[in-house]
C-alpha cells in the first residue's frame, strides 16, 4: 500500500496534488511520501516484534538526508556501504552505535571514519579486510565488533545483476570456510566477534530462498558456538522484493517474513538485525515526467518524455519493469492504447517501457513512474549534462524540496581548466 492514490481526477502524493508540485518545482522530479516510508519502516519493526531487534535500513535505496531523518525519527537504524553513506547517516543524526557498515570493499579510510565516529558493527567480507579492520583498530586503540558474511550458495531466484548468494558471486566468504575464518577473526586482537551476517540478494519474490539461507545460519550458530564463538546478533541482510506490478503475484509480506526469521531462528536467543533497502523506499517514491512530443513512427506512436535514463535507470539496467500512470485520471471507459515511453538520451536504451497501454496521451501531459523510490534518484547521474532532477518530500498536505535542482552553471563550474589551456 501507498500514499500515491487518485483523488477526483487527479494523482495525489498524501494530501498534494502532483501537478501542483510540478508546477512549482518543474518536471522531472521524485516525489516521496513521508507516510509511506514510516509504513513500511513499521510493518518491519512490528513483524519483529517479541524478539530483540534493529531494522537498519539499507541506505544505498535512498540517501536522502530528508528521507534517513524521517526513518531515523522513528527508531531506524542504517545499514552503508561506503564512508560516504556513513557520513551522510551521521549527518542525519543517526548515532554510531545504529550504523552497520557492510560491502565488499571497506578501505582503510572508511573503516577508520567508522571506527572513529562510531559503529555497532563492520559485517566483513573477506580475510584480508579482516586483517585491514583489525590494524586500524589496534592503531586507533578500539576494539572493532564483527560480523562475517557467509555464502550460503541458494539461489536467490532474482536478476543476476542482483544475486548476491551463490558461490560464484564476490560476496561474503563460503559458509563451508566459516570455521577457519572464525578462528582467524577471533586471533585477531583488534577484532571483537559478535555474530553472522548473511544477504542474498535484492528483489526476492519468494521467502524459500531466505529459509534456505536462514536455515544454514542456524546450524552455522550452533557450530561456531560450540567452537567457543560469542555469536549473538544475526544480521539478516534485505532483500525482500516489493510488487513492480499490481497485476503480478504480491511477494511475501514483511510479516510472513517476520515469521520465518522467528521460525528459523527465533530458538537461537540471537539479536536479529535486518537491511530492508527496497521495501522500505520502493513504492514510496514516483518519479514524474512531462510528455514533450507524441512522435508517431511507422509502426507505434512513441512519447517522448523529459525524463531519461541517466533519472531513473533500472529499466535499461535491469529490465526492470515500473507501472506508468497519467496524472490526470483518465475518465471511466477511455480507450488505451500502446505507447513506446522513451526519453530524450541518444541511446535506444533509453526507452522506459514498449507498447505499454496507456490513456491517449498529448504534449504537456504529465506521467508517473510507479515504485521509483529505490534505486531511482541514487543511481542517477548528469549523463548528456542533463541536471540531476530535484526530489520532493512530502508530510501530509506539506511538501518541500529536499534536493535542488543544480542550475548549469553549477554543473559546469563543478569543472577545473588546468592552467596549460
Ligand atoms: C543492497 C543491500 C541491502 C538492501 O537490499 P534491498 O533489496 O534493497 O532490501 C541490504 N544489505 C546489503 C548488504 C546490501 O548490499
Avoid at 560464484?168 to 551476517?197: C, H, M, Q, T, W
Avoid at 531462528?265 to 507524441?294: D, Q
Avoid at 500502446?338 to 506521467?367: N, Q
Wanted: with cysteine; aromatic share 6%.
Amino acid at each position: 500500500m501507498d500514499h500515491f492514490l487518485y483523488r477526483d481526477g487527479a494523482l495525489f502524493a498524501e494530501d498534494v496534488p502532483i501537478s501542483e508540485i510540478a508546477a512549482a518545482v518543474g518536471t522531472p522530479f521524485y516525489v516521496y511520501s513521508s507516510a509511506t516510508l514510516l509504513r513500511h519502516f513499521k510493518l518491519f519493526d512490528d513483524a519483529l516484534d517479541g524478539t530483540d531487534h534493529l531494522v537498519c535500513y539499507a541506505m544505498k535505496a535512498a540517501s536522502n538526508q530528508a528521507i534517513l531523518k524521517t526513518l531515523a525519527q522513528a527508531g531506524a537504524g542504517m545499514d552503508v556501504v561506503s564512508g560516504g553513506e556513513y557520513m551522510r547517516a551521521k549527518a542525519a543524526g543517526v548515532p554510531g552505535d545504529k550504523i552497520v557498515f557492510s560491502g565488499v570493499g571497506k578501505t582503510a579510510d572508511e573503516i577508520r571514519t567508522a571506527l572513529t565516529g562510531g559503529i555497532r558493527q563492520f559485517n566483513v567480507e573477506s580475510e584480508p579486510e579482516m586483517d585491514v579492520i583489525n590494524a586500524v583498530a589496534l592503531e586507533l586503540g578500539v576494539i572493532a565488533p564483527i560480523t562475517v558474511r557467509v555464502n550460503p550458495d541458494v539461489d536467490a531466484k532474482t536478476h543476476a545483476k542482483i544475486a548476491t548468494g551463490k558461490s560464484e558471486n564476490k560476496f561474503g566468504i563460503p559458509i563451508s570456510r566459516a570455521s577457519e575464518v572464525y578462528a582467524l577473526a577471533a586471533s585477531l586482537p583488534g577484532l571483537k566477534v559478535i555474530g553472522i551476517d548473511v544477504h542474498i540478494g535484492s528483489q526476492l519474490t519468494e521467502l524459500e530462498p531466505f529459509e534456505l539461507a536462514y536455515n544454514k545460519v542456524a546450524e552455522l550458530t550452533e557450530r561456531l558456538r560450540s567452537e567457543g564463538h560469542d555469536i549473538r546478533r544475526l544480521d539478516l541482510g534485505g532483500g525482500l522484493g516489493i510488487p513492480y506490478t499490481r497485476s503480478n503475484d504480491a511477494p511475501p509480506l514483511p510479516v510472513e517474513y517476520g515469521a520465518m526469521i522467528k521460525k528459523t531462528l527465533g530458538h537461537l536467543g540471537c539479536e536479529i538485525e535486518i537491511e530492508p533497502g527496497r521495501l522500505i523506499a520502493g513504492n514510496a517514491g514516483l518519479m514524474v515526467s512531462k510528455v514533450i512530443y507524441v512522435k508517431s513512427g511507422e509502426d507505434r506512436e512513441f512519447l517522448i518524455l523529459d525524463g531519461a535514463m541517466n533519472d531513473l535507470i533500472r529499466p535499461a539496467m535491469y529490465e526492470a519493469h515500473h507501472d506508468i500512470v497519467a496524472v490526470q485520471e483518465p475518465a471511466p471507459g477511455v480507450e488505451q492504447k500502446p505507447y513506446d515511453i522513451v526519453g530524450p538520451v541518444c541511446e535506444s536504451g533509453d526507452t522506459f517501457a514498449k507498447e505499454r497501454s496507456m490513456p491517449p496521451l498529448s504534449a504537456g501531459d504529465l506521467i508517473a513512474f510507479r515504485s521509483a523510490g529505490a534505486y531511482g534518484a541514487v543511481m542517477s547521474s548528469e549523463y548528456n549534462t542533463r541536471p540531476l532532477i530535484p526530489e520532493v518530500l512530502v508530510h501530509g498536505d506539506q511538501f518541500a524540496v529536499i534536493r535542488e535542482r543544480p542550475s548549469f552553471d553549477e554543473m559546469i563550474n563543478r569543472d577545473t581548466i588546468p592552467s596549460w589551456l
